[in-house]
């Protein structure tokens, strides 16, 4: 469990806003997977605690204390997140980029608000992207958009815990043929067993983890060679998959839970999902693996 929570790293936070920097009191609260408020409980928060399930029946997966976010049931556990002001961080010491930012109930990818928008916090609702109208993947029993800043930079780490973010890719139609599976960041190769990627939100790396080579950066809607500077290795934009920037020819076409080869919707299956692709982070990494892996 320890493995699957610290592979939650991935996103960023708006710069110079003035709030609060520590968990007052996470509000006890019942969360459900997506937009079905009548759905089993998926976490329970009660007393700065997360619980798998209903409280006093799944494990605590995290506490809540202070500026930190600890595995386990209590303080003693591993430091994994840190809140300042709007922005959370890996690990105690703040070395590396924010991974999440939050700005007007929007959760960005990175350090500031010129990264993707993740998540937008609504009502009692989590939704994928920018608008209220996208996908749900949190439902609270009770508002979520008045909580304080530091509650909702904890909610995108539990759409990651949920088990609504896998993401199976099949290489036929009829979804027999697993090629790869996307879940908390990293992209495995079942029948190797193990990860070849790891995407944080904003660089992916070799392996399962973090502390592989990083290969490449996602800067918007590009995904650049190595780090920032980097040349543009592909472009995805209105569903496009572009060799280089737009101006490039068109590699795949993202048809809901379909990846299709060249620009046309009627071109070839290259691989089908369990759940559309069009909102997902497995979006940047599809080029990638296809390149290396197919």
């Known amino acids: 469990m320890k493995r699957l929570i610290v592979a939650l790293v991935m996103f960023g936070v708006a ?14 609260v019942r ?15 009660n007393g700065g605690r997360v619980y798998l399930g209903l409280q006093n029946v799944g494990p605590i997966l995290l506490t809540c204390a202070g500026d930190r976010i600890y595995e386990g049931a209590s303080t003693n556990g591993e430091v994994l997140y840190t809140v300042r002001g709007n922005r959370l961080y890996a690990g105690p010491h703040l070395r590396d980029s924010a991974i999440f930012t939050l700005s007007d109930n929007r959760i960005f990818a990175g350090a500031n608000t010129h990264g993707r928008i993740l998540y937008t916090i609504t009502g009692n609702r989590v939704s994928l992207g920018g608008k209220n109208s996208g996908q749900v993947v949190l439902t609270g029993d009770q508002d979520l958009e008045n909580s304080e800043p530091a509650f909702k930079l904890l909610l995108p780490l539990l759409v ?29 190769i079942p029948s190797l067993g193990q990860a070849i990627l790891f995407f944080d939100g904003v660089a992916i790396f070799s392996g399962g983890y973090p502390t592989g080579e990083k290969l490449f950066t996602v800067d918007g809607n590009h995904v650049l060679v190595g780090g920032a500077n980097g040349p543009v290795a592909y472009t995805i934009k209105d569903n496009h998959i572009f060799e280089g920037t737009d101006e490039g020819p068109v590699l795949y076409t993202i048809s809901g839970d379909r990846l299709l080869r060249g620009a046309g919707a009627g071109g070839e299956l290259v691989l089908r999902a369990n759940r559309s692709l069009e909102t997902s982070d497995v979006r940047f990494l599809l080029p990638v693996v296809l390149n290396i892996w197919r």
Do not use: C, H, W
């Open 15 to 28: 710069a110079g806003l003035a709030v609060s920097t520590a968990f007052a009191q996470p509000p006890d």
């Open 31 to 45: 969360l459900r997977a997506g937009a079905n408020d009548k759905a089993p409980v998926a976490f329970e928060i």
């Open 160 to 188: 990651r815990l949920s088990a609504s973010a896998r993401i199976q890719l099949y290489a036929n139609l009829q979804m027999t043929d697993l090629l790869y599976e996307f879940e908390d960041g990293r992209l495995f």
